[in-house]
């Protein structure tokens, strides 16, 4: 089922005398719960071919005392004697979705054990097993939160005994209109509480974008084509149509100060690391911030770039964004912190693209990508492998990889390497789409999913 844009508001909480505690408590009734479910489950699999509504109905028939129901099957008290409604709900909730997802790894396990077994081959995959640790964050279904104002709320949690309506204040951004707040989620990240909201997209406020198969047939479609770099361009974006108009470039830099910060924090890492192997410890735990801030960076980056990117499809009336498959990371000589500097930059335009990807969908803007295979090496007006190089041309040497210019010795053409390899990433797009109408490429993505 694909789904209208969702994405997540956060919510920290104040530090409460008693909140880790009290967070600590609930967190391990809630998935004592889910665990209890799960094995409900397991003992009664046909509850699994219910629609969840049904399959809700029938955990509770199952194991929830009532007047009418005074002999369940299986007791929930067992785990706790007294579990709110909304509270067993959310966790039934949690563990229909979690037996769910392991049978279907049993099923597509089994079926690739009898393949093997057809064919009289040795089949040495271990089969999947059920969770052994629980790991959920609570879930807040109305009535277990109240009065929540954006400053302050009230939550009930669990004690160890009893439960109590604690009142938390709380910070965040002002959740913005016309999205739907979901049930929040407490999270414990490094001793302090947040509420994650899920909020999402009205179906009836949202515009769902038009499949790649029906816009190309648009002459006046604008695409904004991508390509993304580890060097100081971080992006190199091209609005183009169909018949090759190129209407704006931006280029989105920061790349090599980037590479700086990450640089400059990864060396007093490898300093740290030494030390510490010299006097003979084994810990590296207080690197744990360092690395944490190296992660922020990236993140922080991965946003920037990503919003400027969709800011400048919006800007000029692009309605579909296309990227390169980025392929896997191949080391170059580099060791140590250099290394780790490129995998990290590396993994970032990985980043860039999903965020892009989210933040597109959101404004009804599709994704697309197209294999990069001579994007950076072929003329874009001609297609002629081009000579790359760096302040001069040097006839011995027509290619440099990596080179930040290009010159293409058939039609004159020249200009900056990225940029030419923007433009090609689109021109890919429409001669894959026009080409070859109808068609459907492999690993090209038509729309956002999920
Ligand atoms: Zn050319």
């Known amino acids: ?31 004592n719960t889910i665990e209890f479910y799960f094995n409900v489950i397991e003992q009664h699999q046909e509850i699994l071919k219910l629609r ?55 099923h597509k396990w089994n079926e690739r054990k009898a393949k093997a077994e057809s064919v009289h081959k040795k089949f040495t995959e271990k089969p999947p097993v059920p969770p052994r640790k629980w790991n959920f964050s609570p879930v807040f279904y109305k009535k277990l939160y109240k009065n929540f104002d ?23 951004q002002e959740t913005p209109a016309q999205w739907d707040v979901l049930s929040p989620s407490l999270v414990k990240r490094k001793h302090r509480l947040f509420l994650h909201f899920p909020l999402q997209k009205p179906k009836e406020d949202f515009v769902w974008p038009e499949k ?21 361009d971080l992006a190199v974006c091209v609005i183009q149509k169909a018949n090759g108009a190129v209407e ?51 993140e922080q980056e991965a946003h920037r770039v990503s919003r400027r990117i969709v800011d400048f499809a919006l800007a000029h009336g692009a309605t579909v964004i296309v990227f390169e498959h980025l392929g896997n990371y191949r080391p170059k000589k580099n060791k140590g912190s250099a290394k780790s500097n490129e995998k990290r930059a590396f993994w970032l335009r990985g980043k860039i693209f999903h965020y892009t990807k989210y933040k597109a969908f959101e404004h009804s803007v599709v994704t697309a990508r197209i294999s990069p295979k001579n994007t950076s090496r072929q003329c ?26 290009f010159f293409c010795p058939n039609c004159q053409n020249r200009g900056s390497n990225d940029r030419m390899a923007a433009i090609n990433v689109g021109r890919k797009f429409f001669r894959k789409w026009l080409e070859k109408p109808g068609k459907k490429f492999s690993g090209t993505e038509v729309s956002h999913a999920g």
């Not at 089922?1 to 408590?25: A, G």
């Not at 400053?151 to 965040?172: E, M, N, P």
């Not at 890492?269 to 690395?291: E, F, H, M, P």
């Not at 001609?382 to 790359?388: G, K, S």
């Open 150 to 172: 954006g400053t302050s709320i009230i939550l009930r949690l669990w004690t160890g005994k009893s439960w109590a309506w604690v009142k938390f204040s709380c910070k965040g």
């Open 52 to 106: 969840s509504q049904d399959a809700l109905r029938a955990l509770e028939k199952l194991s929830a005392k009532t007047k009418k129901n005074p002999n369940p099957e299986h007791n929930v008290s067992s785990v706790c004697p007294s579990i709110p409604v909304l509270f067993r709900r959310a966790a039934i909730n949690k563990a229909l979705g979690a037996s769910r997802s392991f049978h279907t790894h049993l």
């Open 380 to 405: 874009n007006l001609c297609r002629e492998d081009v000579f790359r190089f760096g302040k001069e041309m040097d006839p011995n040497n027509p290619y440099t990889p990596g080179a930040p210019n």
């Open 212 to 232: 790649i198969v029906e816009q190309i047939k648009n002459p006046e479609l604008k695409i904004c084509s991508v390509d993304l770099n580890i060097n100081d």
């Open 248 to 298: 704006a470039t931006k280029f989105i830099l920061g790349g090599s100060y980037l590479q700086h910060r990450r640089k400059r924090l990864l060396g007093i890492i490898a300093t740290k690391r030494s030390k510490t192997r010299a006097a003979g410890q084994k810990g590296i735990s207080d690197n744990v911030a360092l690395w944490d801030k190296i992660r922020n960076i990236d």
């Open 1 to 31: 089922m694909v789904k209208t844009p969702s994405k997540t508001y956060c919510f920290s909480l104040e530090d409460h005398p008693r909140s880790i505690e009290l967070f600590n408590h609930t967190k391990d009734l809630f998935n």
